[in-house]
């Protein structure tokens, strides 16, 4: 199981920490870094400034959110960085959820999230290819443009620059099952949300049906320390967040997993809470439980001893949320 440091996006201003523990992770032997993005930061500038100060940790993004570009200027981004960094670089994606996408990106959420990312791939992978102009009579992604609003001079095109890499992987944040098995088809990798190594079945996904090579890649928060009911606080602060407020109350794609994991009446109350504005009272009333058997926080004797239950699935690839090098350390001892 490799180790990948998670960064995450940036709260109110750039994190100054995020740079010393990106090159703190590459002198540990971690393979890979990643960035994300909501609705502040991008994922692809910060990227690409760790990529300038590195020289062979592996780059990606988790996630890049698909509305917020086209898929050509989504594989313009993958393919220039890629080229920057010597061919380090790793496309992930993410559909996000209507909130987002209809409040802050200011498009329509596609009416079947499934067609939407399977034609959003494929105009990547076509890119990225580049045997031949970029065409795609898709339902939401055509190229040229076919629209009744479109003047009918499109012509398609294939990318000026050369790709460094046809196969430059790309992976997607999945939730729901469908969304999921099609991951598996169509990506070379997954990056699943609040991954459990003691409920590997929620997902819907086996081991074996994964293709050879397939990345599954989930993100967890780890912390060296000696008290762990206070170690889960930023995990209890991050669920609480996106059960809470990542969401609609009557679609929250975040909720709904965390109901599928065994949560289904603390999900709805944590919903609540959050929505009424009392966000504090949301983050305590996350269970300890479920933040814990996400994580893996506590003293480094109990790291070790979770870290097994993690090797032992599908996992390829932990990406860490670390908030100290000590903690990166640790984990790559306990990883060598």
Not at 214 to 241: I, S
Request: a negative charge; hydrophobic letters at 40%.
């Amino acid at each position: 199981m490799r180790l990948g440091l998670a960064l995450g996006y940036w709260g109110r201003g750039p994190n100054p920490d995020h740079l010393a523990l990106a090159r703190s992770a590459e002198e540990l032997g971690y393979d890979s870094v990643w960035t994300a993005e909501a609705w502040g930061s991008d994922a692809f500038t910060p990227l690409t400034w760790i990529a300038a100060h590195t020289s062979r940790i592996r780059l990606g993004t988790a996630i890049a959110q698909m509305a917020a570009r086209t898929p050509t200027a989504t594989a313009m981004h993958a393919l220039t960085l890629d080229h920057l960094s010597g061919g380090r670089m790793m496309l992930g994606l993410g559909l996000s959820g209507p909130q987002v996408v209809e409040g802050w990106y200011g498009r329509p959420f596609p009416s079947s999230p499934l067609t939407a990312t399977r034609e959003y791939v494929d105009v990547i992978r076509q890119v990225l290819a580049r045997e031949g102009p970029v065409e795609l009579a898709g339902r939401f992604h055509s190229h040229p443009y076919s629209g009744a609003d479109g003047t009918g001079l499109g012509r398609a095109l294939k990318p000026i620059t050369h790709p460094l890499h046809a196969g430059l992987p790309v992976l997607l944040g999945a939730e729901g099952p469908k969304n999921v098995a099609q991951t598996t088809t169509i990506a070379d990798g997954w990056l699943p949300l609040y991954w459990s190594p003691t409920r590997p079945d929620v997902y819907g996904v086996t081991a074996a049906d994964l293709p050879e090579g397939f990345m599954v890649a989930p993100m967890a928060r780890a912390h060296v320390c000696e008290d762990v009911t206070e170690g889960l606080l930023p995990v209890k602060a991050m669920l609480g967040f996106y059960i809470g407020g990542m969401g609609h109350a009557a679609r929250n794609f975040h909720a709904d997993l965390m109901g599928r994991m065994g949560y289904e009446e603390e999900a709805r109350h944590i919903q609540r809470l959050f929505l009424e504005g009392r966000k504090q009272e949301a983050v305590l009333a996350v269970p300890d439980a479920f933040a814990d058997e996400i994580s893996l926080v506590g003293p480094r004797e109990r790291i070790a001893e979770r870290l097994e239950l993690w090797r032992t699935g599908p996992v390829t690839d932990l990406l860490v949320t670390a908030p100290d090098p000590r903690t990166l350390r640790v984990l790559a001892e306990l990883n060598a």
